[in-house]
């Protein structure tokens, strides 16, 4: 095909399967298959001729003075300042991006939007892309990496992981993994073949089934062209069916343990357990170029498409109920995908991907063609409403195998690496190293225990986990991280609200402890309090055991009339004191002058005496800080009487005074 630098005035000239090269030269056209050159004038339809040259080739190049000339552009140093295309003018250059790319503001740098589900994945072989297309309006995107040759797809959701094939050049294909956005490192699972045109996951297990093709001549220890599994962790291999003839296609039905593929040179599709085992061929007659295989879970049939007969065909997992689904001729049918309500099919002769009702078996209009396309292959189907078909058997703890997992229409099988035999148990691999499964703290939960392997697992009673993580072993045959420091001794807490425990409490499970409130709390139980299996105290089905001592309003009421009664009784002693005093004083006025002369007279001549009143004062005091008497009396000896017979106890202590009084 070809066309003008603008894309437009696309014009068909020739149909060149399995062009390696393709070049233009003065009035020809030429490109290369396997071992010959064919050449076709630009202004037929048709090839004109070939020659023979080397044998497997792989490039082509002419040189000629007259048309080579040596010419620098606009767009030869450094792209011109384009991150994607750059077409020259007359007058500088113009930048552009590819299909499913957008050229932005600054007219240099292209981006996209990629689709996070409801789309169809697909590779363009030969333009190296690999491209997301919407499943409902079938507009394209391109997926910001570059594969070269990239032949087969498949996506996994869950790691935004997308696993490819190759099969351009000699010796360089090769099944690697890309993330869907570009932003880590591509990985490579295998090599040392041909070509391979397709591969499946396993969702199950998340192992890559592959096909390939070896080099004719290239003999392995597994035979010609073969079927093999990797397991993405360990990094293993193993072939599961072998002696096969340019197999093409292959499709996985998990749930049931069975495997489908192609093969294009005896013209034939098989079927096997996905371990390889019970491998027949079902379809064997009416069928030519048999180039890509897919399954409707949910109608449990297959579906393939024919490219001699120009055909999507269907039929039950057995081969039989055949039926011809569609029809479109000069297509060259080549892949095929299947959703809960349509088929979605490519061709040689289709630069789009055509879209078909089961049902009605009439085909929607979907896609627009792009004359940038080549063939598109490896289709895969991605919906929000398509369940991803697993088998539970392998999904869980990868069915407790060390290495790979089997889904089987009868259970499940464990398989080993090529050149690895299974031991006795029919789970372990030779050389795999075992983690311990008897530990201390923790109890495992249906867990293999094997090298690479993540297990959960549950504590031990009395017993609680320190975080959330899973136990995973390591190539040593080690737990990562230490199982001990995983699960450690429950207790309860050592704080208690509003109270405090006994001295001698454990806070074990099962423990009961004595609890005191703090000041301003009283208890609300007379009993000890326990520590429960989820460590959390408890008493009588509560988790509070102290409240505050806070009156009510009665009792406040009641003591404030307590408190009023006390003062009251207390006013009335002193009052009847007071009374008593005075009577007293009274009672002793008729005799004070009688004790008074009695006093006189036994106090010594040198001491002063008036009206009959005698001061006793301190020695070391004044007379004249009283202001008589009485008042002496009661600050220094609360009440005291004098009368001569003291005298003679306080004569050395005291000073006897005489004062006037008023």
């Not at 495997?259 to 061929?281: L, P």
């Not at 929607?364 to 080549?374: A, C, I, Q, R």
Request: one cysteine or more.
């Amino acid at each position: 095909m070809s066309c003008k630098n603008n894309g437009l005035d696309l014009q068909t000239h020739s149909l060149a399967i399995d062009a390696k090269e393709l070049f233009s030269y003065k009035n020809l056209f030429v490109w290369m298959n396997d071992n010959q050159l064919y050449f076709g004038l630009q202004s037929t339809n048709r090839y004109y001729g070939y020659i023979n040259i080397l044998g497997k080739a792989t490039h082509v190049a002419i040189y000629d003075s007259l048309l080579q000339r040596n010419l620098t552009g606009s767009c030869q140093i450094a792209n011109g300042g384009c991150e994607d295309i750059c077409v020259p003018l007359v007058n500088g250059r113009m930048c552009d991006c590819d299909i499913g790319l957008h050229l932005q503001n600054d007219s240099q740098t292209c981006k996209n939007v990629l689709y996070d589900d409801n789309f169809i994945l697909a590779a363009d072989r030969i333009h190296d892309r690999i491209i997301q297309v919407d499943l409902e309006s079938g507009n394209l995107v391109k997926i910001p990496v570059k594969v070269v040759g990239v032949t087969g797809v498949a996506y996994e959701k869950s790691t935004g992981t997308i696993f490819y094939t190759t099969s351009k050049d000699l010796f360089s294909a090769r099944v690697g993994s890309i993330s869907l956005r570009g932003d880590r490192d591509p990985v490579t699972y295998a090599t040392g073949f041909q070509y391979s045109e397709s591969l499946a996951l396993d969702h199950s297990t998340g192992n890559v089934f592959f096909a390939a093709v070896m080099t004719p001549g290239q003999v392995t220890s597994t035979g010609q062209d073969f079927i093999r599994v990797i397991h993405r962790k360990l990094l293993l291999q193993k072939t599961l069916l072998e002696n096969l003839d340019r197999p093409r296609s292959i499709a996985l039905f998990s749930s049931k343990g069975l495997i489908f593929w192609t093969e294009v040179e005896v013209e034939c599709i098989g079927k096997a357990f996905m371990d390889g085992t019970s491998k027949k061929y079902i379809i064997t007659n009416k069928i030519r170029w048999p180039n890509g295989v897919a399954i409707d879970f949910i109608a449990e049939r297959l579906y393939w498409t024919d490219g001699f007969n120009e055909i999507v065909e269907s039929s039950d997992l057995n081969g039989g109920d055949r039926r011809v689904v569609y029809n479109d001729k000069y297509a060259h049918l080549r892949s095929i995908a299947i959703d809960e309500q349509f088929i979605y099919y490519t061709g040689y002769n289709r630069q789009r991907i055509m879209k078909v009702d089961k049902t009605s078996e009439r085909r929607t209009k979907f896609m627009d063609s792009y004359p940038e396309l080549n063939v598109l292959v490896g289709l895969q189907v991605y919906s929000n409403n398509y369940t991803i078909d697993v088998n539970p058997l392998c999904s869980r703890n990868n069915g407790l195998c060390s290495t790979f997992c089997f889904p089987t229409p009868t259970g499940r099988t464990c398989g080993c690496q090529d050149n690895t035999e299974l031991l006795s148990d029919q789970k372990t691999c030779e050389g795999v190293s075992v983690c311990p499964t008897s530990l201390t703290n923790l109890q495992l939960l249906d867990c293999g225990a094997y090298s690479g392997q993540t297990c959960e697992f549950e504590c031990k009673n009395g017993l609680h986990r320190t975080n959330n993580i899973s136990l995973k072993c390591n190539a040593l045959g080690l737990w990562e991280p230490d199982p001990d420091s995983i699960c450690i001794e429950l207790l309860c807490p050592s704080i208690l609200l509003n109270a405090v425990l006994d001295f001698g409490c454990t806070r074990r499970i099962g423990e009961a402890c004595k609890f005191i409130c703090k000041e301003n709390y009283i208890p609300l139980f007379s009993e000890n309090i326990v520590c429960s299996e989820k460590g959390v105290w408890r008493l009588q089905n509560s988790t509070e055991f102290c409240t505050t001592n806070t009156p009510t309003s009665q009792t406040s009421n009641d003591s404030l009339i307590a408190w009023l009664g006390t003062v009251a009784s207390l006013t009335l002693v002193a009052v009847i004191i007071i009374i008593v005093s005075c009577r007293k004083r009274k009672n002793l006025s008729g005799e004070e002058s009688e004790r008074r002369s009695r006093d006189t007279a036994s106090i010594p001549s040198s001491t002063y005496h008036q009206q009959n009143n005698v001061y006793i004062t301190n020695s070391g005091r004044s007379s004249s800080e009283y202001d008589n008497l009485d008042e002496m009396m009661l600050r220094y000896f609360s009440y005291m009487e004098f009368d001569g017979e003291y005298y003679s106890e306080i004569n050395n202590v005291f000073n006897f005074d005489s004062t006037s009084t008023s």
